[in-house]
């Protein structure tokens, strides 16, 4: 629990994740919402980096200690899943999101081979429609996926089901419920506003529709 408190104090820090009950982002999908994350910005902060690193390694270490090739999500996870390769002295590849149009039409960048047990490296799971099209492209082509450590998710419970119906497991540094109640204790938000990023995340159309 301390991992993940640490993780979202990190990332409110440094506004790799920012929270607007009032004045809502919008997401490329058009989708209204209180909080717009961006762990990317990770990467330009050497401590909060090696702290994100360290924790996803030592999740992989605890979680799948039989993982022999880390993989990253293209391209948010690409960075910090090489590092956590790095670290764990493991092979790394990376996913696609989509195969190239040209040379070997590749999806999955880098060597692995059928049968090797892969960790996935996510930087952020929302709906988990993307992140498991990464465990697919992995699975097509022979791969044994243990499952995916992640630096946040929204706690969908979308993702939940996706998960649990893809038969993947998935471990995370922190998340959102985490991540309000850190928000409020450093004063990002207001304690009356927990009420109303809780209410998002149960059902964000319906919380949208109050923008429209």
């Known amino acids: 629990m301390e991992l993940a408190k640490n993780c979202a104090r ?40 090696t702290a994100i690193r360290d924790g996803l390694a030592e999740m992989v270490k605890t979680h799948y200690p039989n993982a022999e090739v880390i993989a990253g999500v293209a391209t948010g996870a690409i960075a910090q899943g090489a590092l ?7 092979p790394f ?7 190239k149009k040209h040379g070997l039409t590749n999806i999955v960048e880098g060597v692995v081979e059928a049968g090797q047990k892969v960790v996935v490296i996510e930087d ?10 990464a465990v697919d492209a992995l699975r097509n082509i022979g791969c044994e996926v243990l ?8 706690n969908f419970p979308i993702a939940s089901q996706r998960f649990e119906e893809a038969k993947v497991s998935l471990c995370t540094l922190t998340d959102y419920n985490i991540l309000v109640e850190e928000a409020v204790n450093e004063h990002y938000v207001e304690s009356a506003e927990m009420e109303t990023l809780n209410q998002w995340r149960k059902d964000p159309a319906a919380w949208a529709e109050r923008f429209n």
């Open 10 to 49: 990190h990332l409110l820090s440094i506004k790799a994740v920012k929270l607007s009950p009032s004045q809502p982002f919008t997401w490329a999908s058009g989708l209204k919402s209180p909080i717009y994350c961006d762990n990317r910005k990770t990467l330009s902060y050497p401590a909060v980096r």
């Open 84 to 90: 956590v390769a790095e670290l764990l002295g493991l």
């Open 93 to 99: 590849v990376y996913v696609r999101s989509e195969e």
């Open 124 to 133: 952020l799971v929302s709906t988990g429609q993307s992140s498991l099209k």
């Open 147 to 154: 499952g995916m450590v992640a630096i946040f998710t929204y």
